[in-house]
């Protein structure tokens, strides 16, 4: 008697939460069955299931061979659900086989289940396509009636994906790739007349006019940097296309009075320089004016050729993460000639470039 009790309270939950989708599809009954794919993937400690972006809420409901629901995440919105094989009192499931049943629906209302087959084998979860008619009996009557071709698609863990998904946790918007950088691009996709506006690459750089970005922000072209409550304290930047020397732009309140690009390890170690005590192109073509000479092991001098020490002196790597990091010798700023020294290994070189900028 409880079991057919619980069938009818379960039947008439049913019929009350697909009634909104019904009301909004006029046509015939079969019509209504959406042609969602939703996927599932499993490895030892979660399990993903994913909708597609047209879906706007996800439920996961977990049931044992009894046809005891263990789990129930309720409706929540996004299309994106990471289960981490806990039951309601987050505690791992224990070992056995279980009926996973995901609801999904779209931005038209209509609601769409997904069944899986899930085992559970002391520290491995394995996910199963599964038919309806091999869920049993107890399942049956605790989950009601369920349509024909209701597996979930079953992806396995090791198979490449190349596809890149907008997906939503209910909390995040996320926009992941599968595999290679990911490029934003403006323009006639379905013609092919798209340009890349933006990289991010797989190791994380990204290029704004570069197609290999070689630091976390790498850029071609003008850059404007503004603080809307000190407007006078900008700095703008330009990249020229072809000899890419940094050049600093008037406009806007610049304030940088020299500046360039050093390394140690090449035959001119000022690749990119602007120097604004000099005109045209001399300002911008390096060495601007500017000598740069090694003085002893991690030791450096380099001469502007107009009176620094009473600037302020700025000198910072391009690439974080390496040892030999440059730094100011302590009162060495005098006149026009500023030391520089690798931080804390004096018996090293320079094996990364630096910027050093005079305001």
């Given amino acids: 008697m409880r079991t057919l009790f619980t069938f009818a309270v379960r039947s008439v939950w049913i019929l009350c939460f697909i009634s909104p989708a019904i009301g ?7 019509a209504n069955r959406s042609g969602l794919t939703v996927t599932a993937s499993a490895s030892s400690d979660h399990v993903r299931f994913t909708a597609p972006s047209s879906v706007v809420q996800i439920r996961l409901e977990v049931y044992n061979t009894r046809g005891k629901k263990v789990f129930d995440n309720e409706v929540r919105g996004g299309n994106l659900l990471d289960w981490h094989l806990q039951d309601g009192q987050a505690d791992r499931l224990s070992d056995d086989t279980y009926l996973c049943v995901v609801t999904v629906k779209s931005l038209s209302g209509k609601l769409t289940q997904r069944i899986a087959s899930l085992t559970i084998e002391k520290a491995s979860a394995r996910l199963q396509a599964l038919d309806v008619s091999q869920i049993t009996t107890q399942q049956t009557e ?15 863990v090791d198979e490449q994906r190349t596809a890149t998904v907008v997906a939503h946790d209910g909390e995040d918007g996320q926009i992941t790739r599968g595999r290679g950088a990911l490029s934003f691009r403006l323009g006639d996709f379905f013609t092919g007349k798209d340009k890349e506006q933006m990289r991010l690459t797989a190791e994380g750089n990204l290029g704004i006019g570069v197609g290999n970005p070689q630091s976390k922000l790498d850029v071609d072209g003008l850059i404007r940097a503004s603080d809307s409550k000190r407007s006078a304290a900008r700095l703008v ?58 003085q002893g092991a991690g030791h450096y001098l380099i001469d502007f050729g107009f009176e620094v020490d009473d600037r302020f002196v700025l000198v910072s790597p391009i690439f974080a993460g390496f040892a030999n990091v440059v730094e100011i010798d302590p009162l060495s700023v005098t006149a026009n000639q500023i030391r520089v020294r690798v931080k804390d290994l004096d018996s090293a070189d320079l094996d990364r470039p630096f910027y050093i900028f005079i305001f």
Avoid: H, W
């Fill in 24 to 30: 909004q599809d006029n046509g015939p009954a079969n």
């Fill in 142 to 156: 605790a989950i009601g009636p369920m349509e024909a071709n209701a597996s979930l698609t079953v992806l396995q």
């Fill in 237 to 294: 930047l330009k990249a020229a296309a072809a000899s890419r020397n940094a050049v600093q732009s008037r406009d806007g309140g610049g304030m940088v009075k020299a500046m360039a690009v050093i390394e140690d390890f090449v035959s001119q170690p000022v690749l990119r320089c602007y120097n604004s005590q000099l005109s045209g192109s001399a300002a911008s073509t390096p060495p601007c004016g500017l000598t740069f000479s090694k």
